[in-house]
């Protein structure tokens, strides 16, 4: 489990929200994968996988659930660790997303679009196969996703993740989420991952 990267209290979004998605949800998630990985870890080292098929078995069911629980640690793990900053867009990532979309007042648009339209969440990504920024979304953990692509910049859009403080005013939360994004970190991410 990874502690939050910031201290400050956010804009919009409250120390209730934040505790309960970072200490409950996200922590749970952290015990789901490490307990699927341990029956994986068995069944890999001489258990009995003679059932093993692709309608309903022990492992298919651990597999899928594995990619379900270990996609939630991650995401939660990008979504919290580009919170806290002060949403003051600057650098080789606002640059190159202002080249790509036009603007960054397009790329903000496009990219809230997609947090509106999705169940689950939105992630620009450095695609290392096109070498290009794409953005995806999924509707669950294990959706949506692109294997070779690197998550720079995670929205989640469930839910959990703004109803106690916005109800069903989705729109507002994903204006919020700017407002406390670290610009800073998100471009150390992009630099990573564009080398």
């Not at 397009?106 to 290009?132: I, P, Q």
Request: glycine share 8%.
């Amino acid at each position: 489990m990874k502690e939050l990267p910031f201290k400050k209290k956010l804009i919009g979004i409250s120390d209730k929200t934040i505790k309960i998605h970072h200490d409950k949800l996200y922590v749970g998630y952290v015990a789901k994968k490490e307990e699927i990985g341990k029956k994986l870890s068995t069944l890999s080292h001489g258990g009995d996988v003679t059932s093993a098929n692709q309608t309903y078995s022990e492992l298919r069911a651990l597999k899928d659930s594995e990619t379900f629980a270990i996609n939630a640690v991650y995401l939660h793990e990008w979504y919290f660790d580009c919170l806290g900053g002060d949403g003051k867009a600057e650098g080789p990532l606002v640059d190159a997303l202002a080249k790509k979309y036009g603007s960054l007042k397009n790329f903000l648009s496009y990219f809230n679009a997609c947090g509106m339209a999705a169940r689950g969440w939105v992630v620009l990504a450095w695609d290392t196969h096109d070498e290009k920024l794409r953005i995806y979304s999924g509707d669950a953990h294990n959706q949506g996703g692109v294997w070779g692509a690197m998550p720079l910049i995670v929205l989640d859009v469930y839910e959990h993740a703004y109803f106690i403080d916005y109800g069903s005013d989705r729109k507002s939360y994903i204006t919020d989420y700017w407002k406390n994004f670290n610009w800073k970190r998100a471009n150390e991410l992009f630099e990573s991952a564009t080398k």
